[in-house]
Structures are given as structure tokens and as C-alpha cells.
């Protein structure tokens, strides 16, 4: 059974292009979150989403970010007209209850 | 706000001794404490985690005691091992909310 599966590992993109992050989570498992971490920080929540369904968006930026996760195929965070600031890991946790959440390896985002 | 923060954020500790890592919760109405290990350049592992109904919960090398009349939440690790080196993060649930809130986190470093 393999675990939560992040691609890409890293991505470097320029000030103002997009980025895509996937997030294809555990076998049997149909809760998807999306956490921040800023270098020496702890996890920010994001977003909470369940197939087709944005459960918790509390976390997320008002502007720029969104994130589905679709009947079919993996959950993407999509983050547009990235900035400095948006330079961080961004880890996926699926869970197939409440609370028991296991994480993917992350996406480091760089915006050079 | 309500917070989960870390007395410290740095611990050595000599192989072979044991380990205790503090952290201190603000909400009382927390009820799911989870701990987790995070080597560098890895997402969040799963170590151990407590209801808020139990004041004490043992895995393999590892103890999480909860005190709930001072909202503080340990882990202890026996005879650390050099594996054991990383940020070790606590996080908590409270009642519907699904998401997780984490403390900053503390490095432990075992020395040989």
C-alpha cells in the first residue's frame, strides 16, 4: 500500500507563473489536506477537502489559491501569480477518518 | 488565538539516554493529540498519538503523557538512538475541526 504520493518533489518557478501541485493520497482514503511550512516553522493548515468537495478553506489565502480534488485523479493545490512569499514546502495528509493523518514526502516551491 | 507551542526548541540529548519533549496546548477544548517525527527534507511521520480521555499511551520506545488540568502534553523516548534525530512536532484536533493545528517544533540531536 503505498503511501501519499506528492509530485513534483521540487519546482522552481518565476515570479508570476503558476504552480501545480499534486497530491494522490493512501489507498482507501478520501479526506485530502493541504499544510504550509515556512524554513523553521511548523505546519500551517490550509485546506480540507473530501472528492469533489471543498470541506475547510479557512486556511487558505483569499487570493491566488485554490485547490479540488476530483472524482477521478489527485488532489491539486494551484497557486497563481506566485511570489517571494509563496516559497515554502507544501505537504499533503490524507486520512480515511477523523484526525489520523498520514503525510506525503512535500513540494518545495521555490519562486526565484 | 488559540496556539500549540513548545517550551523548546532545541534538545541533545547523549545516546542511549532518554528523551522528553514538552509541549503546552491553549485550547481546552482539544481532545486528539497526535506526535510526529520530521527528518530533514521529509514530510511528517506519525508516531504516536492520545485522546483526551487517557493520561498516559505507550508505543515502542516511545510515551505520550497528557496532564489536562495544565494543558501539557509530553513525549518521551527511551535510550535515543541517533535515528531519533529530528524535529519532533505536536499537533491537536479539537472536536469537529478536522484540520491540525502544530507547535514550531523541537530539533533533538543525539550525540554520540
Known amino acids: 500500500n503505498a503511501g501519499v504520493m506528492q509530485n513534483p518533489r521540487h519546482l522552481v518557478r518565476r515570479r508570476g507563473q503558476e504552480a501545480r501541485l499534486r497530491c494522490s493520497p493512501m489507498?482507501?482514503?478520501?479526506?485530502v489536506y493541504w499544510y504550509r511550512q515556512l524554513p523553521e516553522e511548523g505546519l500551517k493548515f490550509m485546506v480540507y477537502?473530501?472528492?469533489?468537495?471543498?470541506?475547510?478553506e479557512s486556511g487558505m489565502p483569499k487570493e491566488r489559491f485554490s485547490a479540488e480534488f476530483p472524482k477521478e485523479g489527485p488532489s491539486i493545490l494551484r497557486i497563481q501569480q506566485v511570489v517571494r512569499g509563496d516559497s515554502a514546502a507544501y505537504f499533503c495528509?490524507?486520512?480515511?477518518?477523523?484526525?489520523?493523518?498520514?503525510f506525503g514526502q512535500g513540494t518545495r516551491l521555490t519562486v526565484v | 488565538g488559540e496556539s500549540v507551542g513548545l517550551h523548546l526548541p532545541t534538545l541533545s540529548v547523549q545516546e542511549g539516554d532518554n528523551s522528553i519533549i514538552n509541549c503546552a496546548y491553549s485550547?481546552?477544548?482539544?481532545?486528539?493529540f497526535i506526535w510526529y517525527k520530521q527528518e530533514s527534507g521529509k514530510g511528517p511521520q506519525f508516531i504516536i498519538d492520545?485522546?483526551?480521555?487517557?493520561d498516559k499511551r505507550q508505543g515502542q520506545r516511545v510515551t505520550v503523557l497528557l496532564n489536562k488540568t495544565v494543558k501539557h502534553l509530553s513525549l518521551q523516548i527511551a535510550a535515543t538512538q541517533p535515528g531519533d534525530s529530528a524535529v519532533y512536532f505536536c499537533?491537536?484536533?479539537?472536536?469537529?475541526?478536522?484540520?491540525?493545528?502544530f507547535g514550531s517544533g523541537t530539533q533533538l540531536t543525539v550525540l554520540p
Open positions: 492520545i485522546r483526551s480521555n487517557m
Open positions: 499537533a491537536e484536533n479539537s472536536g469537529s475541526a478536522r484540520q491540525l493545528t
Open positions: 485550547n481546552s477544548a482539544s481532545d486528539y
Open positions: 477537502l473530501q472528492k469533489e468537495n471543498i470541506i475547510d
Open positions: 489507498k482507501g482514503h478520501s479526506h
Open positions: 495528509a490524507s486520512s480515511d477518518r477523523e484526525a489520523e493523518a498520514f
